[in-house]
């Protein structure tokens, strides 16, 4: 043991016992650990987002369900009665709640106009209609309704699609019977990459 | 997959080969331990990279990235050589004493039928011989020598250890013990399974890649059988539903094909997608497809579908080329698209070549990116330093950003890659105005129903006729639209039991065939949590919903042999006994006959057996066969000096010319996920965010030696395509390999680098990469092109 | 459990013994197989999603590690270390958090009354609000576990989710652990498993394996199982820890003598405090830590 060793000591019996002797500790309270914090939380039933293990998740949000009750997830953790997973999370699934409340969240239609340098707040309204519009205008002018041969092919090409493969199998087919019905073929999902 | 993610645990040979299943799918990797601890399983991982798998490895051998199928073929080789086949497994259920026809060849890297110009196959050639009554011949002698045991045995023999290790940079020492241990599991009792994901199909032969290792698995009997099969971990949480959805240029949902201009009408499309049996008594199950076409035609088009209308067969947009996003892109590049939809992908970053798909976007009239998150894809008109450098004033196409919902803000099905379709409940509402996909595209719909009404325009049948008949039609629910997937039969109204019930009248309605049963009269099946596994195999045929119907182990008659008597005693999946049939899962066979009278295992096959010929299926061929990626690091191919890669590839006009050569660029790039990302998800998520903050480069340490690279320091890496800053991880578990008489070094580069979320800023790795993509699949070639490598001085 | 379940407290002698009812619960333990363990990271998201930590976000330094360090935002963290022996490559992977000491040395350097406690399941606990941030917990640690917070000067450490365990759940870390690596039960049991796991090792030929938990600290509630046994720096770990020499000269010398010489030292206390001031831990703390969590990111 050196001095300075030495030194810390003295130093620490010192300071904390006359801390203690002048009454400046906190109160009575005893070592309870910190409270559980999922008691009576709202749990719900969900699955991982990420990958295609397809863990069960459990996901807890604060509010009663009430109807006077917004829910906010704070916690998300594995289901253990799910057979694959059993309770565990991967570290991007033990992750989750981060991002379901990622800053990066998009709220709002918005529109960039062209050459503009900024993010206009628009309604859904007006986001429908005008998307609606463009496409009206380019499928009009560019649906090929027959090819060389005189085969019906009613196809639209100069518009595409890049579908989404987190969105469940409902969305999915919404979004297929969508591009379909209005003779998109250029339709792709992330499946290939 | 074929099984599923439990059965991992009935293996005895883990092979992970292709994926890194430790690092991208950690809790499936789990039941691989699993199987280590409780089964005495060992783990074989080959991988250009000593990677988290391997860190638990067994068995450990690492290849040059992009050599995948010599490895494989080589296993095949040795598999015949030793005697370590299956032989009642391969004479039952393979397709190995089928009669090839005498004109098909192989010569010097090319099949027969090659056409130069086109880089394409006339596959005439790649069939079978048939008798009188168009039935495949067969020699049951295996004497002939054109049947595919010889074709394929004279096919492999050229893949000797030391050719494999001269391709490959595999240590032979390393590549016997791997052989070895994978050929062990050619005994009835034992079972090796495969797991592979973006690492087979990110290359220029992807699918190859895949057929060389179902080669093997078929050799050893490993097919349809508890611990065995073909796994394809996938992807996203639901890209299997997507896939299954028909999300693809060429399909519609269930695998069935969108038609092309060949299809000129509804018979002429029936009959070219409705096989006829290649032997006599088969099931050759697609044999339906009219049920399951007419039925989805049904549930697309509703009452509008008619016989007289041919069900709305012309409605539907017929295909002259494969338009997937890589040709798509390359149309917008060169101005020939005006609009396009980016739903829930970050296109900029996901998509190979990020700098052409940056000029192809800014080329557009109109761009609609519906994400839950701040995408970078959604601000490719906004400068960020180097990273984006662009003037938004120069940019002329309107972006709209549409806020959706993400998975636990919406209920729905997604299905994982053992297709379970799992049902999933929603937990609160999504921040400000966010909505869920569906109700976006129904919202665009309901407004274009109204203009076309209101303005008249071309061809407005379709939209008016499309069946959007939910209840509140902006707002589908998803218990409507999962009811409608499952199939009604629309006289009595009722949910159908399953696709058997199919019809192809009109009669039935059917959104995807394969996921009927999956919401019955019953309820909702794939909502069921009850996770007993009574027969303690992992088949818990109670919870959620397997597709297709129910069925958890995919070929399982070839569990048993012809007779129905299971190989294993131990590992009894289906069996016939007492004049029955049994089983812990749902036979993938009409269980109602005998074994005498019911059929080879591959029910989804004309000829009911597996391929070790895999007749026309594959743009670049019947069997595999070793090619270099498109940029080689060694300017040749060892077997074949004038074939050099992959001779069926696509090459869009001016691709030629952004490939790089090896003087130029030494060093072999590999792509990858790490554990504690998601792509570019978890870049908005902090925690993700905390836990790998920046991305970085691996190299060996000799590389790094030679260049004057340390730990730690910037470098750029360089490729014919774009460059990139970032810094160096110099690391002992990356080592250069022995190619072709000189020395290889790979470098690794993680999928994860953005600069729009919460991490450090960084490019991603597609500033890199080449468009050039499977012959196939158009998967493009993340995991082996060209760089070079330098210290960056002054950053 | 709950505020009596303590057999060991801070600050206190045997003229002011803690609260000691219900001794006979049984002891607890977490056993990390570092045999088994893919290096994943779920223990280190779920222990800081559970206790509601974030540390800020670092940089690249070289290692698949980060944060770089443990800290009061980061209570679990994996640790990587590549190994080369008998011509192989082995990537090491350290579950890096308390070990739960059943001879606490942070306990026994504290002289805070029951700011460090011992359950008597045996976790070693911080009750925070009573820390008065002298850092010494910090300095006693052989494993380098505590930390002190740069805004709230307390120590903070894993505390085996002790709020998790009182309503009889296991650790967040070992829930989500995918391979198994990470157990939870009693010591009795996890013995028992890691008793098991030694033995088949060594029939696999890691013929040095066995059990880290370490004789100089009294054993640990959390114990590990390592390939090779005999070289835990291999893993970043101590090869004999021990509680140091002046932690021990406080606890057999010293703090007998200190209940009735408190008054004695006031006038040191106050000389020290003016003339020192608070004890600061000389390690490098990062620079800013954002408590609020809240997030300004590049979003357009």
Not at chain 1, 101 to 127: C, D, L, M, T
Not at chain 2, 600 to 612: K, L, S, T, W
Not at chain 2, 668 to 681: A, D, I, K, M
């Given at each position: ?6 030194f810390?000591?003295c130093?620490c ?17 005893m ?12 749990e ?13 998740l459990?996901?807890?949000s ?15 953790e594995?289901?253990?009665?799910h ?15 981060d ?45 090929i ?49 | ?5 439990i ?92 009669i090839v ?51 394929l ?8 250890f ?31 399974t ?65 038609p ?15 096989p ?12 339906n ?5 007419i ?54 970053n ?12 800014c080329?557009?009239k ?10 970078e ?5 906004k ?40 049902w ?9 105005e ?14 274009l ?34 009811k409608e997937?499952?199939g009604i039969?629309?006289?009595t109204?009722k949910?159908l ?25 019953q ?6 949590r ?11 045929p ?5 597709w297709?119907?129910?069925r ?58 597996g ?10 061929g019947?069997?595999?066969?070793h ?23 696509r090459?869009l006009p ?61 470098v ?17 578990r ?10 290889v ?51 | 459990?709950?505020?009596?379940d303590?057999i ?15 001794r006979?619960?049984?002891k ?7 045999t ?217 010398v ?47």
């Amino acid at each position: 043991m050196d001095r300075r060793q030495f030194f810390k000591l003295c130093a620490c019996g010192a300071t904390t016992s006359a801390i203690s002797a002048l009454g400046l500790m906190p109160g009575t309270a005893m070592a309870a650990p910190r409270e559980y914090k999922l008691l009576r939380a709202k749990e719900t039933r969900n699955n991982c987002c990420y990958c295609s293990v397809g863990c069960g998740l459990l996901m807890y949000s604060n509010g009663s369900n009430g109807k006077n009750a917004e829910q906010a997830i704070f916690h998300i953790e594995g289901d253990a009665d799910h057979p694959v997973n059993r309770g565990a999370l991967c570290p991007k699934g033990a992750g989750l709640v981060d991002y379901v409340n990622s800053p990066n969240r998009n709220h709002f239609p918005e529109v960039r106009e062209p050459g503009s340098n900024e993010w206009k707040r628009i309604s859904w309204n007006e986001a429908f209609s005008r998307i609606a519009r463009l496409m009206k205008d380019d499928r009009d002018e560019n649906l090929i309704e027959k090819n060389s041969d005189g085969t019906t092919v009613n196809r639209w090409l100069s518009t595409g699609m890049m579908t989404s493969s987190a969105q469940p199998n409902e969305g999915g087919f919404i979004t297929h019977k969508f591009a379909r019905s209005l003779g998109l073929v250029a339709i792709d999902t992330i499946a290939r990459n | 997959m074929t099984n599923h993610w439990i059965d991992i645990k009935n293996a005895n040979v883990v092979v992970i080969m292709g994926g890194n299943a430790a690092e991208a799918h950690p809790v499936g990797f789990g039941w691989v331990t699993e199987a280590m601890e409780h089964n005495n399983a060992k783990l074989v991982v080959v991988d250009p990279r000593f990677n988290r798998s391997a860190a638990l490895a067994d068995c450990y051998a690492p290849l040059r990235s992009g050599t995948d199928i010599a490895f494989l073929l080589g296993l095949c080789r040795y598999l015949i050589e030793t005697k370590q086949v299956n032989y009642d497994y391969v004479k039952a259920y393979t397709n190995a004493s089928y009669i090839v026809r005498d004109d098909f060849e192989f010569n010097e890297g090319l099949f027969s039928g090659f056409d130069d110009k086109s880089r394409t196959y006339d596959k005439e050639t790649w069939y079978y011989e048939l008798d009188e009554d168009g039935y495949a011949k067969v020699d049951d002698t295996y004497e002939h020598p054109r049947c595919v045991w010889n074709l394929l045995k004279n096919h492999v023999d050229r893949y000797d250890f030391k050719t494999v290790s001269d391709i490959t940079g595999t240590p032979v020492e390393d590549y016997e013990k791997v052989c070895a241990l994978i050929g062990s599991t050619h005994v009835h009792n034992k079972a090796a399974t495969f797991l592979y994901a973006l690492g087979w199909t990110h290359h220029t032969k992807g699918a190859q890649n895949i057929r060389s290792m179902a080669l093997v698995q078929l050799l050893l009997g490993n097919i349809g059988v508890l611990g065995g099969g073909v796994n394809a971990l996938r992807g996203h949480s639901n890209v299997q539903g997507a896939t299954d959805m028909g999300l693809l240029c060429q399909n519609l949902p269930g695998y069935l094909k969108l038609p092309n201009d060949n299809d000129t009408d509804l018979a002429t499309y029936l009959g070219n997608y409705t096989p006829k049996a290649l032997r006599p008594g088969q099931t050759n199950y697609w044999s339906n497809y009219p049920k399951f076409f007419i039925s989805q035609m049904k549930s697309f088009w509703g009452e509008n579908a008619t016989a007289a209308n041919n069900f709305g067969y012309d409605w539907l947009p017929k295909w002259d080329l494969q338009y997937d996003y890589t040709k798509h892109i390359d149309m917008m590049y060169h101005g020939q698209v005006n609009g396009y939809f980016v739903q829930g992908v970050n296109a900029i970053n996901s998509m190979p070549n990020r700098n052409k798909t940056l000029a192809a976007l800014c080329k557009l009239k109109y761009l609609v990116v519906m994400d839950p998150l701040a995408t970078e894809t959604s601000v490719f008109w906004k400068k960020a330093g180097e990273y984006n450098n662009v003037d938004p004033s120069d940019i002329q196409t309107q972006v709209f950003r549409l806020p959706t919902t993400l998975f636990a803000e919406e209920e729905g099905c997604i299905v994982n890659s053992g297709r379970w379709m799992q049902w999933h409940w929603k937990g609160a509402n999504p921040p400000g105005e966010s909505k869920p996909d569906a109700e976006i595209l129904s919202g665009i719909m309901m407004q274009l129903r109204e203009l076309y009404k209101a303005e008249g325009g071309v061809l407005p049948e379709p939209i008016d006729a499309v069946k959007w008949d939910y209840h509140n039609p902006h707002t589908p629910h998803g218990e409507e639209v999962a009811k409608e997937l499952n199939g009604i039969d629309l006289k009595t109204g009722k949910q159908l039991d399953s696709f058997s019930q199919l019809k192809d009248d009109g009669s039935t309605s059917c959104g995807c065939w394969i996921y009927s049963g999956s919401w019955t009269e019953q309820g909702n099946m794939m909502a069921r949590r009850d996770n007993s596994d009574t027969s303690g195999k992992g088949i818990t045929p109670g919870w959620a919903f397997s597709w297709p119907a129910n069925r958890r182990v995919l070929y399982n008659r070839a569990s048993c042999d012809v007779n129905g008597k299971p190989w294993d005693p131990s590992r009894v999946i289906v069996e016939w006994t007492n004049g029955k049939w049994h089983g812990i899962d749902v036979g993938d066979f009409n269980m109602k006959l005998s074994p005498k009278e019911s059929a080879h295992p591959f029910i989804m096959q004309p000829e009911g057996v597996g391929r070790f010929f895999a007749l026309k299926m594959l743009a670049e061929g019947p069997f595999p066969e070793h090619y270099e990626p498109m940029e080689t690091p060694i300017g040749t191919n060892p077997l074949h000096p004038n074939v050099i890669s992959n001779p069926a590839v696509r090459m869009l006009p001016g691709v030629a010319e952004t490939l790089g050569s090896h003087k130029e660029f030494p060093y072999v790039c590999t792509t990858y996920s790490l554990t504690e990302h998601f792509n570019f998800w978890t870049i908005h998520c902090r925690l993700a965010a905390i836990s790998m903050p920046e991305t970085f480069v691996e190299l060996d340490e000799i590389l790094a030696a030679e260049k004057g690279i340390n730990n730690g320091d910037w470098v750029k890496v360089s490729s014919k395509r774009g460059s990139l800053l970032t810094k160096a991880l110099v690391t002992k578990r990356l080592q250069p390999l022995k190619v072709n008489g000189q020395m290889v070094h790979t470098v690794g580069l993680p999928r994860h680098g953005g600069y729009n979320g919460l991490t450090r800023r960084s490019s991603s790795c597609n500033v890199l990469t080449t468009e050039v993509g499977d012959a196939n699949t158009q998967a493009p070639e993340y995991k082996a092109f060209l760089v070079d490598i330098t210290k960056a001085e002054g950053v | 459990m709950s505020a009596q379940d303590i057999i060991l407290s801070s600050g206190t002698s045997e003229l002011t013994p803690a609260a000691q009812v219900r001794r006979k619960l049984s002891k607890v333990a977490k056993l990390f197989d570092a045999t088994k363990c893919s290096g994943c990271k779920a223990c280190q998201v779920s222990c800081s999603e559970w206790n509601d930590l974030r540390a800020p976000v670092g940089s690249f330094q070289g290692s698949y590690q980060n944060p770089m360090d443990l800290s009061s935002e980061c209570w679990t963290l994996m640790k990587y270390n590549e190994i080369e022996q008998d011509n192989k490559l082995r990537w090491n992977f350290t579950h890096s958090a308390c070990m739960h000491c059943a001879d606490p040395a942070c306990l026994t350097a504290c002289s805070t009354k029951g700011a460090i406690v011992q359950r008597a399941n045996g976790v070693v606990d911080f009750e925070s609000d009573k820390c008065t941030g002298c850092g010494y917990c910090v300095s006693a640690c052989p494993f380098n576990v505590p930390r002190l917070d740069p805004i709230d000067q307390k120590a903070y450490k894993c505390s085996m989710c002790s709020d998790r365990l009182q309503v009889g759940q296991e650790p967040a870390c070992v829930k989500s652990c995918v391979t198994g690596a990470l157990k939870y039960g009693t010591r009795e049991d996890m013995l028992f498993i890691a008793d098991l796991r030694i033995k088949e090792l060594h029939k696999q030929g890691f013929t040095k394996a066995g059990l880290y938990s370490p004789e100089g600290v009294g054993g640990t509630g959390m114990m590990m199982i390592l390939h090779d046994v005999s070289q835990p720096e291999n893993y970043g770990l101590p090869a004999d820890p021990k509680t140091s020499v002046p932690v021990k000269l406080w606890q057999d010398v010293v703090k007998p003598l200190g209940t009735a010489g408190i008054l004695a030292t006031v006038a040191v206390a106050c000389l020290h405090r003016i003339t020192v001031g608070r004890n600061i831990v000389e390690e490098d703390e990062p620079a800013a830590f954002d408590h609020t969590h809240s997030d300004k990111s590049d979003k357009e």
